[in-house]
């Protein structure tokens, strides 16, 4: 089992950037596929990244490509991402993901296993 820690959301203004970090707890984060969605009021949980257990692969939602960067940090069990050129509508709530049966790198809710509490994120115009 993983218990993940969310940090570092808050506002900024269009066109700025921020730093979200999950902490996992355990001595086992290698071994997890790791990953990124956010919500809003009203709407379905959406896809933002996700990492491999090894960090040497990554894929990410076409609304993010280029301006996100997930990575992470077996040695501090920490999984970053890195959010660059907002906009309003990366408003949301961040949830840092983990999964620990992975077959591939996926885009489904269902397929993974521990959710952290979220991080609001909230980009002004």
């Known amino acids: 089992q993983v218990q993940l820690v969310e940090s570092g959301g808050g506002l900024v203004h269009a066109g700025g950037s921020l730093r979200l970090s999950c902490a996992a707890s355990?001595?086992?984060?290698?071994?997890?596929?790791m990953g990124w969605f956010r919500q809003t009021p009203g709407k379905e949980r959406e896809f933002v990244a996700a990492?491999?257990?090894?960090?040497?692969?990554?894929y990410y939602a076409d609304s993010v490509k280029g301006r996100f960067t997930i990575s992470r940090d077996n040695a501090k069990n920490t999984v970053y991402l890195q959010m660059n050129s907002l906009k309003p509508e990366d408003t949301a709530v961040y949830y840092c993901?983990?999964?620990?049966?992975?077959?591939?790198?996926?885009?489904?809710?269902?397929?993974?296993?521990?959710w952290g509490q979220g991080t609001q994120v909230t980009v002004s115009s």
């Open positions: 993901v983990a999964d620990q049966s992975p077959g591939a790198l996926a885009m489904d809710s269902g397929e993974y296993d521990y």
């Open positions: 355990g001595r086992t984060f290698s071994i997890y596929v």
């Open positions: 990492i491999s257990r090894s960090g040497l692969t990554t």
